[in-house]
T-cell receptor
Framework: GNSVTQMEGPVTLSEEAFLTINCTYTATGYPSLFWYVQYPGEGLQLLLKATKADDKGSNKGFEATYRKETTSFHLEKGSVQVSDSAVYFCALSNNAGNMLTFGGGTRLMVKP | GAVVSQHPSWVICKSGTSVKIECRSLDFQATTMFWYRQFPKQSLMLMATSNEGSKATYEQGVEKDKFLINHASLTLSTLTVTSAHPEDSSFYIC?????????????FGPGTRLTVL
């Protein structure tokens, strides 16, 4: 079956530091890959996505590249801000209309 | 992007009562909606898949008589927590993919925090 593994948190960084949150997956076929962000007390928001190998998703300074050879979709940002503090979820989906499989979530704390 | 709403956003109830949570797709049709439960500082656990016009599909370990799901229309799914107890206190989140989206981008509601006293 499908599974997603992401690095455990919390990850604590100083403002303007470089961020990497690792995500690897196991799936059949060619899944679509997503990063979602959850701010305190809120639901999930789509941060970025990639639908095929070597695609790079990007949004708000965050990037992730779909690496089929390493089955990875690591999230990166060159310079984090305090406002980036949230929980980040890596997820995949195989089929249209099918459910998402989530990783365990990584809490990011950015200190001024 | 598409918007999914949930109502209520916060509910406190007494043990033994039933609580209904609504999930609506505001500007698109959703033949399928998903209900998740999230415990503090944990990931989302899929509870069930709600299908318009047919019975919901429940994940293993989720009591279907406890968590009643009704997908009444292409824009509305409801989750009713029956005879709620303190252990049912949690953050409930729904999501819906656009029926026409082949890449299954899902849109999440803001969540409903249920506290059972």
């Amino acid at each position: 079956g499908n599974s997603v593994t992401q690095m455990e948190g919390p990850v604590t960084l100083s403002e303007e530091a470089f961020l990497t949150i690792n995500c690897t997956y196991t799936a059949t076929g060619y899944p679509s890959l997503f990063w979602y962000v959850q701010y305190p007390g809120e639901g999930l928001q789509l941060l970025l996505k990639a639908t095929k190998a070597d695609d790079k998703g990007s949004n708000k300074g965050f990037e992730a590249t779909y690496r089929k050879e390493t089955t990875s979709f690591h999230l990166e940002k060159g310079s984090v801000q305090v406002s980036d503090s949230a929980v980040y979820f890596c997820a995949l989906s195989n089929n249209a209309g099918n459910m998402l499989t989530f990783g365990g979530g990584t809490r990011l704390m950015v200190k001024p | 992007g598409a918007v999914v709403s949930q109502h209520p956003s916060w509910v406190i109830c007494k043990s033994g009562t039933s609580v209904k949570i609504e999930c609506r797709s505001l500007d698109f049709q959703a033949t399928t909606m998903f209900w998740y439960r999230q415990f503090p500082k944990q990931s989302l656990m899929l509870m069930a898949t709600s299908n318009e016009g047919s019975k919901a599909t429940y994940e293993q370990g989720v009591e279907k008589d406890k968590f009643l799901i009704n997908h009444a229309s292409l824009t509305l799914s409801t989750l009713t927590v029956t005879s709620a107890h303190p252990e049912d206190s949690s953050f409930y989140i729904c999501s819906a993919p656009e029926a026409s989206d082949p890449y299954n981008e899902q849109f999440f509601g803001p969540g409903t925090r249920l506290t059972v006293l």
